[in-house]
Nanobody, 120 residues
């Protein structure tokens, strides 16, 4: 089994910054893509950013140029640096990882979510 634990959320004023972290633990052979998604009440979960095992990144248009995703493969960790935050970034942020097990099968895992609140 694999667990993802996010940290780093909180309350910040508009224009401020936060850094989210997500650590994967458990029975892991390797991790393919890792990503960050967010969700607000009444809306579907949406992709914020994702990064491949080779470091290729993909961002939602709304965060391009403000957010940066990175990862440390040795630590099974991904980070999301969020700058120039606006109230529209307020959401619960979820970490996702596509994990390859020792039986050579892929599974997707989610963290429990961390709240990010941006005040105006």
């Amino acid at each position: 089994q694999v667990q993802l634990v996010e940290s780093g959320g909180g309350l910040v004023q508009a224009g401020g910054s936060l850094r989210l972290s997500c650590v994967a633990s458990g029975t892991i052979f390797s991790i393919d893509a890792m990503g960050w998604y967010r969700q607000t009440p009444g809306k579907q979960r949406e992709l914020v950013a994702r990064i491949s095992s080779g470091g290729f990144t993909d961002y939602a248009d709304s965060v391009l140029g403000r957010f940066a995703i990175s990862r440390d493969n040795a630590k099974h960790t991904t980070y999301l640096q969020m700058n120039s935050l606006t109230p529209e970034d307020t959401a619960v942020y979820y970490c996702n990882a596509r994990v390859l097990s020792y039986s050579m099968s892929y599974s997707d895992y989610w963290g429990q979510g961390t709240q990010v609140t941006v005040s105006s």
